[in-house]
């Protein structure tokens, strides 16, 4: 069954310092979403493409984070520099038709210390 | 702005109990539905979806949920539990528009005891 593919599983990095998370989607979905889940809450949309181009970034906090997906295929989420508050679960999913039925990646635990 | 609710943040049951998560959203036009489901240590995994047509949808592992529009709401039902069903359980809605993503509720955590 295919999936989506995210590294690393896990991350511990110290504030102020750059973190990169990667996101290889279902092969064919055009559609790409990152998500962040904070402990106890449900995913909230960070940034979402459609091919290799930003359908909504309007939740990115692009003071600090940034998002590419050169090619339309995989994809990578940054920040810098990273802070305490941006501990949480980020989830990478991708979409074929871009009409909400998304597919998850396991996610990446991101710790600031 | 969309928003989903979801009543119960933790609910905890025996197995062969009869399960209802309620979920509501807010927005008056067409959506898509969804129920996700995380079992620990796994990622989130579609449980049902409703786009159109018959308002009860069946999904994976005898979960089934009913679409009221006059009440913008989409329960999750299972008639008996097992205690396989422990996990975490999202609600989610789409505009029915090309490009538009899930938004979730906060979840409800599901214990079942055996």
């Known amino acids: 069954e295919a999936e989506v593919a995210q590294s690393p599983r896990y991350k511990i990095t110290e504030k102020s310092q750059a973190v990169a998370f990667w996101c290889d989607p279902i092969?064919?979905?055009?559609?790409l979403y990152w998500y962040r889940q904070i402990l106890g809450q449900g995913p909230e949309l960070l940034v979402q493409?459609?091919?290799?181009?930003?359908?909504?970034d309007s939740q990115l906090p692009k003071d600090r984070f940034s998002a590419e997906r050169l090619k339309g295929v995989d994809s990578t989420l940054k920040i810098q520099p990273a802070e305490l508050g941006d501990s949480a679960m980020y989830l990478c999913?991708?979409?074929?038709?871009?009409?909400?039925?998304?597919?998850f990646g396991q996610g990446t635990r991101l710790t600031v210390v | 702005a969309q928003s989903v609710s979801q009543h119960n943040h933790h609910v905890i049951l025996s197995e062969a109990a009869s399960l209802e998560l309620g979920c509501n959203y807010s927005y008056g036009g067409t959506v898509n539905l969804f129920w996700y489901v995380q079992y620990p240590g796994q990622h989130l995994q579609l449980l049902l979806k409703?786009?159109?047509?018959?308002?009860l949808v069946k999904g994976i592992k005898g979960f089934e949920a009913e679409f009221i529009k006059s009440k913008f709401s989409f329960n999750l039902r299972k008639p008996s539990v097992q205690w396989s069903d422990t996990a975490e359980y999202f609600c989610a809605v789409s505009t029915n528009q090309a490009g538009t993503a899930l938004i979730f509720g906060k979840g409800t955590t599901l214990s079942v005891s055996s």
């Open positions: 409703y786009f159109s047509g018959d308002p």
């Open positions: 999913a991708s979409s074929l038709t871009g009409q909400g039925l998304a597919f």
């Open positions: 493409f459609q091919d290799e181009s930003v359908v909504d």
């Open positions: 092969s064919g979905h055009a559609t």
